[in-house]
Antibody, heavy 117, light 107 residues
């Protein structure tokens, strides 16, 4: 079975940094585009970033450009999201998603990031 | 920027009834319109991709249709587990957009 497990969420002050991790299993991680999608409390879904399978290309939503960095380590079946200069509006559950070329066909359980002083 | 607008915001129906959910795009899109279901406290689940193709394990009572700017998700006969929030999504110019969601609630 395909499984995605996120970790690294927590409480951080505005302006702080946090790095999220996602480990995939049950599929060929190294040949799959991977993505991060977030959901603010009580709100809808928002795509954050994705990275191609070979790491050659990445894309970000405008609101996180220059602050977040998506990376991956295919040898460890892992996806990361380094989040810097965090703002209140970055508070959300962050989901790791398999895919990103057209859609996301598997999702992790999510990890909660709370930005608050 | 592509904007997806879902309607209605909330749909109140009874088990056994037919549900029709709408997603309108701000500009004409390809056939790659996608639908997800999100039950309370759970991660989203892929339902429909490329407008009308059911994802693996999705029951036949779910169907998608549409083209251009107007798309529809239909649930032919509602079961208790279908009451959830539904999102449409599309990728355009390398960016993904989601609709704001339709909450399908029990009447």
């Amino acid at each position: 079975d395909v499984q995605l497990v996120e970790s690294g969420g927590g409480l951080v002050q505005p302006g702080g940094s946090l790095t999220l991790s996602c480990v995939g299993s049950g599929f060929s991680f190294g040949v799959t585009t991977m993505s991060w999608v977030r959901q603010a409390p009580g709100k809808g879904l928002e795509w954050v970033a994705n990275k191609k399978e070979d790491g050659s290309d990445e894309s970000y939503v405008d609101s996180v450009k220059g602050r977040f960095i998506i990376s991956r380590d295919n040898s460890q079946n892992s996806l990361f999201l380094q989040m810097n200069s965090l703002r209140d509006e970055d508070t959300a559950v962050y989901y790791c998603g398999r895919g990103g070329r057209k859609y996301f066909d598997a999702w992790g359980h999510g990890t909660l990031v709370t930005v608050s002083s | 920027e592509l904007v997806l607008t879902q309607s209605p915001a909330t749909l109140s129906l009874s088990p056994g009834e037919r549900a029709t959910l709408f997603c309108r795009a701000s500009q004409s899109v390809s056939s790659s319109l996608v639908w997800y279901q999100q039950r309370p406290g759970q991660a989203p689940r892929l339902l429909i991709y490329d407008t009308s193709n059911r994802a693996t394990g999705i029951p036949a009572r779910f169907s998608g249709s549409g083209s251009g700017t107007d798309f529809t998700l239909t649930i032919s006969s509602l079961r208790p587990e279908d009451f959830a929030v539904y999102y449409c999504q599309q990728r355009n110019n390398g960016r993904h957009s989601f609709g704001q969601g339709t909450k399908l609630e029990i009447k």
